[in-house]
């Protein structure tokens, strides 16, 4: 979980209308209706009284949100800020103004593109039957106007590749190359900046520079297993931690292993080779998540766990979901309970709490509907859920009601075309990048 970089910080009240056009007036809220909510990737949601609004700390000219008593948004630039509203969808903009060098005082929300309300009404025939009877288009649910607030990352490891997809399901971002091969995960670092990935068949985690697209950094020796403080066996995710260290499932040797910037494994959780569930040890880990508190929620497959410990191995919580026989990397919801994925067919997303009560889960069973493998699901910032339906080779976005509100890859034909997936295993979630106005 990205941790905002550290900058001087002022307390400063907000003030905030929801208005519906840009004549609205200031108008104090109390900020004790003011919640934030920091996701993985550099996200982070506030909320004001019933409306959510998507910033994305990495962008400028605002990157820092902290609340305490207050809110603040520190910046390099006088601007006003852009928003999403995941409520509606709309595009909103917080005014205000600058206090100092680095801080904005907001003062009011303003509107400045509204989302579609209704479905396009379709184009009757030429020589209609019936006449048809004039009546509204009905409105569209907000989440299924705006299923996908952001762009996924999709480790797409059939046709060995890493593509990130707009929510129009054009391919913004793409990286392959010659020695490149099978990627299991992906996922981005704190920054944004750069992608780690990890590729469980031949043993190794390369970083991938964004802009660049080149590989700049790896560990582990390509193809070839190992226990040592130099090699990896079958890696089964990886991610990075703020002081620069990489936190990787070393899952072929029972193993959470800590890579320091020497390169070399400078701390573990687990014992190598030794794959058993007594307290101590590991069994087979399979993913590995970073939590707000800077601990890590692991979800070992041969035990079939799901642990919430610290980077010494301390156990704090631990679960086994009767909803999974194969579990896959568990997230933790913002309400707190695990959402986690079983990896069968037919295989399904549950989110669990730590009683081991399922309080919702997308379980389709009619053999045209069942999710084959699915894996890696993460919970959107505006309550989607989104998950890579691996042999179906797709990656789908459902809502709470468990409709499928977007997709991308065509269910049960791989490919290569726009529009396709082969065997995707993984994704990651970037916000909606914010306009500079």
Known sequence: MLHCPSAPLLLIAVLITLGTDCRATATPVPTATAQLAVVEGGIAEVLFNDRALLLDQRAEPYPIVKLSDSVEIVGTDKQPLSLLDLRDGDVVRLEGQATGRDTFLAQRIVLMQRAARTLPTATPSITPQVTPTTSA???VPALDRLPLP???????GGNNRIIEVAPDRQIVWEFSAQD???PDNAFFTPAGKTILVNTARYHQVVEIDYVTRKIIWSFGEWGIAGADDMHLNTPGSARRLRDR??????MGNCRIAIIGPDNRIAGQIGKTGECRTERGYLNKPR?????PNGRLLVTEVGSRRVSEMDLQGKVYRTLIPRAAAYPSDAQLTRTGNVLIAAYEKPGRIAEVDWSKQIVWEFFPKCLAEQLDRPSSPIELPNGNIAFSDDLNHRVVIVNRAGKIVWQYGVTGVAGKAAGYLNTPSSIDFRAVPIQKQ
Request: glycine share 8%.
């Open 150 to 156: 952001g762009t996924l990352l999709i480790a797409d």
């Open 180 to 182: 490149f091969a099978a």
């Open 245 to 250: 260290r990489t936190v990787v499932a070393d």
């Open 287 to 291: 993913g590995v998540a970073l939590l």
């Open 137 to 139: 288009t009905p409105p």
